[in-house]
């Protein structure tokens, strides 16, 4: 079992939909939860964090968190193609500042 | 603000040279990291330095790669000497520590590639 799992996708959806990107980790004393953002060719760009059960949103962007699942979602309203990316969930390690990554779940936004 | 800066932006060396790369965080950030992506596979830690103390090695490869970050500052990661596996995107990060948490921010990335 890899310690963190997405749906590699592509996850297609058209523009103005919600995206809802999933993710489930195996570390139980993971605290702190992270989603970046990666385009072909770049760095992973820091969108979200959150480290408490329930939702957090920031604009047009919700991750939610359930840490007895160990699960940790993230949803993008009113979707653009500029959102077009790879879709990374990074918890922590161990509840230390070290990441893992998942392998990242691809998103197409279609006009 | 910088971000986390990182040369070279691609290297391209033959196997069994030597090669070292840099990564200036932002100013300020304790907490620094090195990772790693081999093609078509996950991001994977490297290791993390608090200040210029080394917090986690866990996952240098091999007695191959040295990190070091000097005062504090910049860090550099050399690979000596290199082989083919090595070659993939190394990536720096820094963060800033607020109680538990740690946001990390990544550079840009070094391609390495080992011919």
């Known amino acids: 079992q890899k310690e963190v799992e997405q749906n590699s996708g592509p996850l297609s959806v058209p523009e103005g939909a919600i995206a809802s990107l999933n993710c489930t980790y195996s570390?139980?004393?993971?605290?702190?939860f992270f989603w970046y953002r990666q385009y072909s060719g770049k760095s992973p760009e820091l969108i979200m964090s959150i480290y408490s059960n329930g939702d957090k949103e920031d604009g047009r962007f919700t991750a939610q968190l359930n840490k007895a699942s160990q699960y940790v979602s993230l949803l993008i309203r009113d979707s653009q193609p500029s959102d077009s990316a790879t879709y990374l969930c990074?918890?922590?390690?161990?509840?230390?500042?070290?990441?893992?990554f998942g392998a990242g779940t691809r998103l197409a936004v279609h006009p | 603000e910088a971000g986390v800066t990182q040369f070279p932006s691609h290297s391209v060396i033959e196997k069994g040279q030597t090669v070292t790369l840099r990564c200036d965080p932002i100013s300020g950030h304790d907490n620094l990291y090195w990772y790693r992506r081999v093609m078509g596979k996950e991001i994977k830690f490297l290791l993390h330095?608090?200040?210029?103390?080394?917090?986690?090695e866990s996952g240098m490869p091999n007695n191959r790669f040295l990190a070091e970050r000097t005062g504090g500052t910049y860090s550099t990661l050399k690979v000596q000497p290199a082989e083919l596996e090595d070659s993939g995107v190394y990536f720096c990060a820094s963060g800033h520590t607020v109680g538990q948490n740690t946001e990390a921010f990544f550079g840009q990335g070094t391609r390495l590639t080992v011919v």
């Open positions: 990074a918890p922590d390690s161990g509840g230390y500042n070290k990441l893992i």
């Open positions: 570390d139980r004393v993971s605290q702190s």
């Open positions: 330095f608090v200040k210029e103390s080394k917090q986690d």
